[in-house]
């Protein structure tokens, strides 16, 4: 009887792990990919580098004050960095279409990367979000 009552809480532990694990990664909204994109820089990511190259990016919100980006590579996830959403000055400056911006800060040693989703994107337009990655030294 005892055994049968640790295997039932046993079982109700895993459910709940389940249903909470669903629910952290289904709060990870995909706003827009780019595929393709040269990254001209060896940056430094986590204790790593990663090379220079072409990449898919991806752009998500995790919550309305959360902003990620995902490097993916032949369809394998390589980073997941937070970047932060910065609002617009002037709304005349919204693109129509989501666009993907480069920039690099040489006193600060690092790559800008600056999203915006623009006001046809379906699902969070009018949204511009910074990356700030460190690259390596040539």
């Known amino acids: 009887m005892i ?3 640790d295997k039932a809480a046993c079982s109700l532990v895993f459910i709940f792990f389940l249903f909470f694990v669903g629910q952290l990664t289904a709060q990870m909204n995909p706003i827009y990919r780019f595929k393709k994109v040269t990254i001209p820089l060896e940056l430094n990511i986590e204790n790593s580098i990663l090379p220079k190259g072409a990449y898919d990016l991806e752009f998500l919100r995790a919550n309305p004050l959360s902003y990620f980006l995902r490097i993916w590579k032949n369809g394998k996830i390589l980073h997941l960095i937070q970047g932060k ?10 693109p129509k279409k ?7 800060n040489k006193a600060e040693k690092s790559l800008i990367i600056v999203f915006e989703s623009g006001y ?14 460190e690259y390596k030294e040539d």
Do not use: H, Q, V
Not at 85 to 94: A, G, K, L, V, W
Not at 98 to 104: F, Q
């Open 98 to 104: 989501p666009t993907l911006k480069m920039s690099k």
């Open 3 to 5: 055994l049968k009552r």
């Open 120 to 133: 046809e994107t379906p699902i969070y337009g009018r949204l511009r979000a910074s990356y700030r990655l």
């Open 85 to 94: 959403e910065f609002p617009y000055d002037d709304p005349s400056t919204i």
